[in-house]
DNA sequence: TTCATTGCAAAATATTTGCACTAAC
DNA sequence: GTTAGTGCAAATATTTTGCAATGAA
């Protein structure tokens, strides 16, 4: 999978929709699009308010977590919950997650659509009528198959 | 989907593996096995402590909690994650789970296993060496779905 | 009797909220 | 100048932990 836009490419896209959206572009939301515009880390409010504390010695979770928050509403952002934590990704894409036994990382996995059938089936022999889907993967990822020892 | 076990056939299997194991059977875990031996509604350990509060006046989280982890351990039931709670979940077998929009139930969905041939396709394209998969679907279970009106 | 288990309280973790102040527009 | 947005602190929700007392085997 390659990416179609580069990071800062992508950071202005999403600044063009905050704006078009009637939101002011203030330098904690700005700090915030450009952290997570590419970054296929999936961080969570935690991390990104330890990344973005150097620059802004002032600024509070309460604006990290808001500003996620704007950006989700926006679409411009997804959420997963692994854990205790919710962690944010800027990847609005049909994708899967794979969360890696050894290291802890969580990857991007592409998703084909669910068939009619599948959903059909479902639908008939339980009732329950299908919208969307999430799926979660364990495993090892890339780096860590190529290190059988790995916890 | 038939039940193979009534809810206290269940029970009972659970509470014998408990023994065998060398693991002591107080009326807590008692309680709280039969409480959640054939109930697929996946109660939260908030909803399991106020259900048994009447009869157990004393009895504390930290029990709750510890209870379900020993028989989380055990691999008599199963843990999964939707919002801020962990839910408890007595079907141990391989399943997927629907939450539903309208009425927030979860209810256990059928799983097929994973083919070979995804889990290669993923391995191949990403890297990632999937062990094992998690579903959530969104939607509408069963009984939501006859009144289109509810929200 | 022994030691796993319980109950209680405090701590830890993640997130949300209220409100006065600030700054983007 | 307006008012959305920020910072701070306190509140909330869920889960975990330490430790003395209890009771199942």
Redesign the interface.
């Known amino acids: 999978?390659e990416a179609t836009h580069s990071a800062s490419e992508q950071a202005q896209a999403m600044l063009g929709q905050l704006k078009r959206a009637g939101l002011r572009l203030t330098p904690q939301r700005l700090a915030i699009v450009e952290a997570l515009a590419g970054d296929a880390s999936h961080p969570t409010a935690q991390e990104l308010f330890e990344r973005l504390r150097p620059a802004f010695p002032t600024m509070s979770f309460a604006t990290v977590y808001s500003t996620l928050d704007t950006l989700a509403v926006q679409g411009l952002v997804g959420s997963l919950?692994l854990?205790a934590a919710v962690r944010f990704d800027p990847n609005v894409a049909a994708h899967h997650h794979?969360v890696?036994?050894a290291c802890g990382a969580v990857?991007d996995?592409?998703a084909l659509p669910l068939s009619h059938v599948e959903i059909e089936d479902?639908?008939r022999?339980?009732?329950?009528?299908?919208?969307?889907?999430?799926?979660?993967?364990?495993?090892?990822?890339?780096?860590c198959?190529e290190e059988p020892g790995k916890t």
Chains 1, 2 share one sequence.
């Open positions: 999978m919950r854990g794979g890696c036994d990857v996995l592409p479902v639908r022999t339980s009732g329950f009528a299908i919208r969307a889907e999430e799926r979660t993967y364990r495993g090892r990822c890339g780096l198959s």
